[in-house]
């Protein structure tokens, strides 16, 4: 364990955020991270508990509690309190494939479930994940490890996203052959295009691939799999395939003036700001441009932060953020009890900064769209809004307008940030997988296999929309799943 009494006797110490009024001048990542000294106190508060619920990753009243990937959490905080970086490195990357990207863009399930967490601070689990390996990259510990020996098994993977690098980390360890096949210019789904930069810089996924491609990983860019002649030439040269696309089939709403083209989804708004930044330092322009706008984002979440951190860093007149739901409290409610996921507010880095330019938080609860109005040139130039009130309809609370609430605001850019309706369906069509009801890959409960021979998922394409560990947590079951399958047994 750490040091007796340490969570006693040591504060929790996070990494310094800069400033709002700084970090939106860029989008460049903005923590700083502690010393080693500093980390080695907070790996000293862990005092590995009776239960780790931190590891636990297990279903709690339908909320998961605990890491998804079981990582060895008090073992490797102990190690870190004892300066052995190396040997936590080891602990880390026996569960966990790519700890750079959740040490960044996590929510730290493990911290929520944590046993200090109950009456104070939980231990700073993800920071210390992120010390640790980066302090292997600085150490020149993350050297490319190719397999010694090789299967004649042909793997392809579709799609670069969590998911899809996780199954092709563990398959190529194992000695397959592995090819990725990725749709976009850039590898890595996503972590590349869905998460923005100020999040995860995007060196820091080249870094990861560079890896795995010196490892013997075959990526291949600009390559959408997409109709039935493609399937079938992967159906006939590969041993498995793996379809690990995402769900980004996004939610749309239905509204008068909705057909507006300055309406875009927030992943189509967020992967092209990421694309021109990274071309063109957003000199080529292809781009939604929020400089002066007033911006309109319809959902919360992390996707719906993300797009006001956005639309902030380029200058927006204003930014508004509609929530659906009640604004949640700020303490658990004794219907939410430790350690079951903490339903209470989160003010994230967005909305941070929204206060800090405009003095405000951009969320308005319990409300939606009731209609768009548009100018003589068919762009929307404001926006009614509608307060919603809960009701219950066939045992469901469904959020139904309140009649006479409505108010109309300026805006003339409006992100679409409503969630997701399953995977895009011209790749299920080409390999004729089944379904689920919730347009995912259908599969046997805890199974991988699709109703197609030789065709697996894994991601949110099987389980819907959901977080990077969970990705990495599939990608790493389906590798398990088709080495099973292909050699009757497996040791991943």
Not at 11 to 29: C, G, K, T, V
């Amino acid at each position: 364990m750490g040091k007796i009494n340490g969570f006693l006797e040591i504060d929790r110490q996070n990494a310094e955020a800069l400033e709002p009024l700084d970090r939106i001048q860029n989008f460049m990542e903005f923590h700083i991270p502690l010393s080693e000294e500093q980390q080695t106190l907070q790996g000293a508060r862990c005092m590995d508990c009776g239960v780790p619920f931190c590891q636990y990753g297990q279903v709690i009243n339908g909320m998961v509690s605990g890491c998804p990937l079981n990582n060895l959490i008090p073992e490797w905080n102990d190690l870190v309190y004892h300066g052995n970086y190396e040997a936590a490195l080891k602990r880390l990357l026996k569960t966990s494939n790519f700890p750079e990207f959740t040490s960044r863009v996590c929510p730290a399930l493990c911290e929520k479930a944590c046993t200090c967490s109950l009456n104070g601070d939980a231990v700073s689990v993800k920071e210390n994940e992120h010390a640790i390996i980066e302090y292997g990259y600085e150490h020149g510990l993350m050297k490319p490890q190719p397999p010694l020996t090789r299967t004649n098994h042909k793997i392809a993977i579709v799609g670069s996203g969590p998911a899809g690098l996780a199954a092709a980390d563990q398959l190529n360890q194992r000695g397959y052959n592995v090819d990725v096949y990725e749709r976009e210019d850039r590898l890595g789904g996503l972590l590349m295009y869905g998460i923005p930069q100020m999040k995860i810089e995007k060196d820091i996924i080249d870094r990861r691939i560079d890896k795995m491609t010196k490892e013997g990983i075959n990526f291949y860019t600009n390559h959408p799999i997409e109709n039935k002649k493609q399937a079938n030439k992967l159906l006939k040269d590969y041993d498995a395939i793996v379809l690990a696309c995402g769900a980004k089939q996004a939610r749309d709403i239905k509204v008068p003036g909705r057909e507006a083209s300055n309406i875009y989804f927030a992943v189509d708004y967020l992967t092209q700001v990421t694309k021109s930044l990274l071309n063109s330092d957003f000199k080529d322009g292809k781009y939604p441009n929020a400089n002066g706008k007033n911006v309109l984002i319809i959902g919360g979440g992390d996707t719906g932060n993300d797009c006001v951190g956005t639309a902030i860093r380029h200058g927006c007149k204003s930014v508004t953020q509609l929530e659906m739901m009640g604004e949640p409290p700020l303490e658990r409610a004794a219907s939410n009890p430790w350690p079951e996921w903490p339903l209470v507010k989160k003010t994230d880095y967005g909305q941070e900064e929204s206060i800090a330019v405009f003095n405000k938080d951009p969320r308005i609860y319990q409300t939606t769209v009731k209609e768009f109005i548009l100018n003589d040139k068919g762009l929307v130039e404001k926006a009614v809004l509608v307060k919603l009130t809960p009701k219950k309809e066939n045992g469901r609370t469904m959020m139904v307008p309140i009649e006479g609430s409505e108010q109309t605001i300026d805006c003339d850019l409006v992100l679409i940030a409503a969630g997701f309706v399953g995977c895009e369906k011209p790749i299920t069509k080409a390999f004729g997988v089944n379904l689920t009801n919730r347009g995912n890959v259908a599969t046997e409960e805890n199974q991988y296999a699709t109703n197609v021979e030789k065709v697996y998922t894994a991601g949110d394409m099987h389980r819907g929309q959901s977080l990077v560990v969970w990705a990495i947590r599939e990608g790493r079951e389906v590798a398990r799943n088709i080495d099973k399958d292909l050699m009757g047994f497996t040791n991943l």
